[in-house]
């Protein structure tokens, strides 16, 4: 018997209101499973579970709001929803011919990779992992994911929320024929097509979270307050030439179809990923006084919100990822961050975090960092501005790149090794 209990979604959150379950008492349940919807002071966020088993008991309805670490539901473990990592008795030792076991896979990845192959039934034991020491990563398990056709999602039983249900009754639509969007393999009412009903009164669109503009300036004001009162930040710039980067682009996406056209700010990202591998005292977190860093680079990504107020959901493995890889993530993530589909898993894994105000032409930004992350990197608006090159003065594309170092963890030094080296990586854009 285990409780599954309300989750803390990030330094700033101290309760949380169930909005919508999508498992019910009997129903079974697998580590990494999206169980519930959960409403915070930002957004709405799909909540996962970690524990495998049955769920025995609903303790929170929808519609209550409970503090971090109450209880919200019970759940029992089954003969199948035993944990790989806690096994009740050692291991046992392979025999010399015998093929690795499946164990040695899932031990070589990343919980969050293990727990996406979980939710998409990808068997870890036959990945090849591309990550650090062969380390499996998320990007590996997409790779290895079965593309399953709609006739055959339809042709097995999948989850439905609640609501997605009711509503789709109203409206007369098959689920069957339907194909869930969510990793979880859950269908929700987003997911639902737009069919009017018989009658002639208008039908319901499903809930949307939103946002109250005082509490969510609250909530930021607060965590920023924390921040700067615990953090001694201090702050580097350096303007970076883009015209080999900017030039590289012109001719990828001359090629290349629309959807797989790369914007900047996805080149921004990755040499900021590869820059922290490099550099890792900037890549991890301030903990119980010490810094601790992180093997894997987990990059926060700034995203602004409808109604106003920012959110940093992290795109996991963000070093390992390649640059169209990079570019379909963050359309996801920010699109998802600005209809409240975020998941748990997203706002807790944050290793660094990258906020770009470019697009609102501002020439630099000045973050302030995110406890308990040590740095946050800042880029402002490409500009055509004069630069020199050598002994001559033109007209380049440039941006300006900031730091925001905790003093606590590192030096200027360090940052500016830092700065310096995502300089060097945008000159050589086909090398990221």
């Not at 909005?19 to 580590?31: M, S, Y």
């Not at 690795?100 to 992992?129: C, E, I, K, N, Y």
């Not at 493995?317 to 589909?341: F, H, I, K, N, W």
């Not at 004069?386 to 730091?403: I, K, N, S």
């Amino acid at each position: 018997m285990a409780d599954f209990l309300m989750p803390s979604l990030g330094a700033d959150m101290d309760s949380g209101t169930v909005i919508e379950w999508l498992v019910a008492p009997g129903d079974e349940v697998h580590r990494g499973d999206i169980v519930a919807v959960v409403d915070t002071a930002k957004a709405a966020i799909e909540v996962e579970c970690f524990t495998s088993g049955t769920v025995e008991e609903i303790l929170v309805p929808p519609g209550t709001s409970v503090a971090v670490g109450t209880p919200l539901a019970r759940i029992g473990s089954t003969e199948t929803g035993k944990e790989p990592e806690a096994p009740t008795e050692p291991a046992p030792v392979p025999a010399p011919r015998a093929e690795p076991p499946r164990r040695v896979a899932l031990g070589s990845a990343d919980p969050p990779a293990r727990a996406f192959a979980a939710q998409v039934g990808v068997d870890l034991g036959t990945v090849h992992g591309t990550g650090r020491d062969g380390r499996i990563t998320h990007a590996d398990v997409e790779r290895a994911r079965p593309r399953r056709r709609t006739a055959e999602i339809g042709a097995r039983p999948f989850k439905v929320s609640p609501y997605a249900r009711r509503l789709a009754t109203e409206r007369g639509i098959d689920l069957g024929a339907l194909e869930p969007s969510a990793a979880d393999g859950a269908l929700h009412a987003r997911d639902l097509p737009a069919v009017a009903p018989p009658s002639t009164a208008p039908v319901a669109e499903p809930p949307r979270h939103t946002v109250d503009p005082a509490a969510l300036r609250q909530t930021i004001a607060t965590l920023m307050a924390r921040s700067k009162r615990e953090i001694p930040h201090y702050y580097l710039s350096t303007t970076i030439d883009l015209k080999a980067a900017t030039d590289w682009l012109r001719e990828h996406n001359l090629k290349a179809p629309i959807p797989e056209r790369i914007v900047p700010a996805a080149l921004l990202l990755k040499a900021t990923a590869v820059a922290a591998r490099k550099v890792p005292e900037l890549n991890g977190h301030w903990i119980d006084g010490a810094f601790r860093p992180s093997a894997e680079i987990h990059l926060g990504v700034a995203v602004a919100v409808r109604g106003g107020g920012l959110i940093a959901p992290a795109i996991a493995d963000a070093d390992q990822l390649s640059l169209p890889e990079m570019m379909r993530r963050l359309r996801d993530l920010v699109s998802r961050a600005r209809s409240g589909s975020l998941r748990s898993r997203e706002l807790t894994t944050a290793t660094l975090t990258v906020t770009d105000l470019g697009d609102n032409g501002v020439e630099s930004v000045h973050g302030v960092i995110h406890p308990p992350q040590v740095a946050l990197v800042g880029f402002g608006a490409i500009s055509r501005r004069p630069f020199a090159v050598g002994d001559l003065l033109g007209v380049r594309p440039l941006v300006t790149a900031t730091l925001a170092g905790d003093h606590r963890a590192t030096d200027g030094a360090t940052g500016a090794r830092f700065l310096k080296l995502v300089t060097t990586l945008l000159q050589k854009p086909e090398e990221l």
